[in-house]
T-cell receptor, first 113, second 113 residues
Framework: KAGVTQTPRYLIKTRGQQVTLSCSPI?????VSWYQQTPGQGLQFLFE???????NKGNFPGRFSGRQFSNSRSEMNVSTLELGDSALYLC????????????FGPGTRLTVT | GIQVEQSPPDLILQEGANSTLRCNFS?????LQWFHQNPWGQLINLFY???GTKQNGRLSATTVATERYSLLYISSSQTTDSGVYFC???????????????FGQGTILTVHP
């Protein structure tokens, strides 16, 4: 069974631009969670989607948004990029919302210049 | 929200040595996972262990939920064990923690040959 996949793996953007990251969960998993990892703040929860609905959201500004499609694939979008958005963005999937083990993808490393 | 503390923050070992990593959490949990982050950033699942004891090769883990801590044991360490080890928990407190793992700050393990 294929693992969680994320695209792109690396991305360089300029301040003020917007970016869209994609995550495909393990087949059969319907919950997708997103996390941001930075050296200063560690791993922080962004939001979680289940059955195309956002079930939970972390403490991030409205510039961070996401969505989930009917096939459980998820995208996250960051608008008006700031230097501080440079981070490793990880997504994880599990079979149900708030239940079971989460499995992580390889991440997207975003650099904002 | 729930607090997760890992100790020690750094650990340096000689190959062949044993080690114990600790994770303390401040509230009851319904999910506890241990991860190893590889040099490319991917989180590798080690254990899903909200309670009890599990073993996988040279690694084992124990969670004492009533006392709010978990331990990860690494025996006969190898240089390939080097990296960052994270503990993460999900409380599902009041049904508001859907898909949200709260991570500790990690333990950086270095194993010298």
């Amino acid at each position: 069974k294929a693992g969680v996949t994320q695209t792109p793996r690396y991305l360089i953007k300029t301040r003020g631009q917007q970016v869209t990251l994609s995550c495909s969960p393990i087949s059969g998993h319907r919950s997708v969670s997103w996390y941001q990892q930075t050296p200063g703040q560690g791993l922080q929860f962004l939001f979680e989607y289940f059955s195309e609905t956002q079930r939970n959201k972390g403490n991030f500004p409205g510039r961070f948004s996401g969505r989930q499609f009917s096939n459980s694939r998820s995208e996250m979008n960051v608008s008006t990029l700031e230097l501080g958005d440079s981070a490793l963005y990880l997504c994880a999937s599990s079979w149900a919302s708030g239940a079971g083990e989460q499995y992580f993808g390889p991440g997207t490393r975003l650099t904002v210049t | 929200g729930i607090q997760v503390e890992q100790s020690p923050p750094d650990l340096i070992l000689q190959e062949g040595a044993n080690s114990t990593l600790r994770c303390n959490f401040s509230d009851s949990v319904n999910n506890l996972q241990w991860f190893h982050q590889n040099p490319w950033g991917q989180l590798i699942n080690l254990f899903y262990i909200p309670s009890g004891t599990k073993q996988n090769g040279r690694l084992s883990a124990t969670t004492v939920a009533t006392e709010r801590y978990s331990l990860l044991y690494i025996s006969s360490s190898q240089t390939t064990d080097s990296g960052v080890y994270f503990c993460a928990v999900d409380t599902n407190a009041g049904g508001t923690s859907y898909g949200k793992l709260t991570f500790g700050q990690g333990t950086i393990l270095t194993v010298h040959p």
